[in-house]
């Protein structure tokens, strides 16, 4: 087991990250926009000051919301990412050359935290051949068709949002905001998890996603207005009397 499930546990956000942050560590996060992602954990990097960070998410959230908070703060030098989405900031920088962007569609994005955190150290996808993706990688043939190496990624240290938390470090998670967040869990030297809810019972083995095993610290997220990244409604129906 990665850690005692005793010693798992932190009071506060910044109690399960004081000690691991240091400037120029590759960050891998949970979510996807402003869905699913660790804000508390986000906020203690933040406010921790660390700097020349290579953050390794599926975008990065909003202007001055998630991710977005540590652009704002110029703590990030990297991004891998699948998409730019809706963070303007992001965008602007990326044009302007002051942060570095290495852009990967998102299955293969995907492939590569959950081959870092089985200990696979490249693999070759379809994806991306023939593009901008494929420049300056190995390139190989199989089967008559040519596929380009991807390698897999291994974070210093993941952020993970989840639903529901047992003592022992398994998770669960709800609905979409699952999305990036089981693959992340798995790819960190070291793993923070803030859960919504922590259970002195063990979770039933059969609805466990994440189990223990890749959890090193654990912290009961603070309760918070969710975000939505974009609402999108259409005109009520008019009900007749």
């Known amino acids: 087991m990665k850690g005692d499930e005793l010693s798992k546990l932190r009071v506060t956000?910044?109690?399960?990250?004081?000690?691991?942050?240091?400037?120029?560590?590759?960050?891998?996060?949970?979510?996807?926009?402003?869905?699913?992602?660790?804000?508390?954990?986000?906020?203690?990097?933040?406010?921790?000051?660390?700097?020349?960070?290579?953050?390794?998410?599926?975008?990065?959230?909003?202007?001055g919301k998630g991710l977005g908070l540590l652009l704002e703060n110029r703590q990030v030098d990297k991004v891998i990412a699948s998409y730019v989405g809706e963070n303007k900031l992001f965008a602007?920088?990326?044009?302007?050359?002051?942060?570095?962007?290495?852009?990967?569609?998102q299955g293969t994005l995907a492939e590569r935290l959950r081959a870092g955190g089985a200990g696979i150290a490249a693999f070759y996808t379809r994806a991306g051949v023939g593009t901008p993706v494929a420049e300056g990688?190995?390139?190989?043939?199989?089967d008559g068709r040519i596929y380009v190496q991807e390698r897999g990624i291994l974070a210093d240290v993941a952020l993970v949002h989840a639903h529901i938390a047992d003592r022992a470090g398994n998770l669960t998670y709800r609905a979409s905001a699952r999305n990036f967040n089981p693959l992340v869990a798995t790819c960190g030297r070291v793993t923070v998890v803030e859960a919504e809810y922590l259970t002195e019972e063990y979770i039933d083995p059969e609805r466990v996603v994440t189990p223990g095993i890749y959890v090193d610290r654990l912290v009961l997220a603070e309760q918070r207005i969710k975000d939505i990244e974009k609402l999108t409604v259409r005109p009520r129906d008019t009900v007749s009397a």
Not at 14 to 21: H, N, Q, R
Not at 137 to 142: C, D, M, N, R
């Open 13 to 63: 956000a910044k109690d399960a990250l004081v000690d691991v942050l240091r400037s120029g560590m590759t960050i891998a996060v949970g979510g996807f926009g402003l869905c699913g992602i660790p804000n508390d954990l986000i906020e203690v990097v933040r406010d921790s000051g660390v700097t020349g960070l290579t953050v390794v998410s599926n975008n990065m959230g909003v202007d």
């Open 92 to 105: 602007q920088q990326y044009l302007d050359k002051t942060l570095e962007v290495e852009f990967a569609p």
């Open 137 to 142: 990688k190995p390139l190989a043939e199989f």
